[in-house]
């Protein structure tokens, strides 16, 4: 393969790797931004002077309702797994949960890898356009359509706005892994 030249197949090499890559990467953005996001809402707290066990009560109470609810693609996984008679335990639905997301975010990076090698201009913004249109197709219109979420406008902003950042972060790990690969590809 030449490097210059359009290669569908090197679009699918870099894609899934870059794929895999960019998924693990927003996946910590998102621990890290979720765990950043309730150490804010506990210091606002105990300004507003809230006892800590007060506000440690809240959070195991949020804590145990949010475990309670099922995510899209653990969703996706329990319907998958009742197609063909098998029922997930919580421990088994979680892990197939992250499945699916590590499949689909494979799939979005074999599709910016091949659509890359044939339209450069798909890196627009360092992969961070592709990360804001995925989050706009999936995570704003399919996931509700399917009713695989609630609907937008009954979902905080806040929400939106670091779902938005994850996948603007999975956009630049992508292109960044990519164009890494392609230059030795």
Excluded: C
């Amino acid at each position: 393969m030449r490097k210059d030249k359009p290669s569908v197949l090197r679009g699918i090499v870099t894609g899934v790797a870059a794929g895999i890559v960019a998924t693990l990467i927003m996946d910590q953005f998102q621990k890290l931004s979720t765990a950043g996001g309730k150490t804010l809402e506990k210091q606002k707290k105990l300004a507003e002077g809230e006892s800590p066990s007060q506000i440690a009560q809240e959070q195991a109470a949020s804590e145990q309702k949010a475990a309670s609810q099922e995510g899209s693609t653990e969703i996706v996984a329990r319907k998958i797994a009742e197609a063909t008679g098998t029922h997930l335990n919580k421990e088994d639905k979680k892990t197939a949960g992250q499945a699916v997301h590590y499949t689909f975010g494979t799939l979005m990076g074999v599709v910016y890898g091949v659509s890359s090698e044939l339209l450069p201009e798909v890196t627009t913004g360092a992969g961070t356009a592709y990360g804001t249109l995925l989050f706009l197709a999936a995570d704003e219109i399919a996931i509700p359509a399917f009713q695989l979420s609630p609907s937008p406008a009954s979902t905080p902003a806040t929400d939106h706005l670091q779902h938005w950042a994850a996948h603007v972060v999975y956009g630049g790990s992508l292109e960044l892994v990519r164009s890494l690969l392609r230059r030795i590809l």
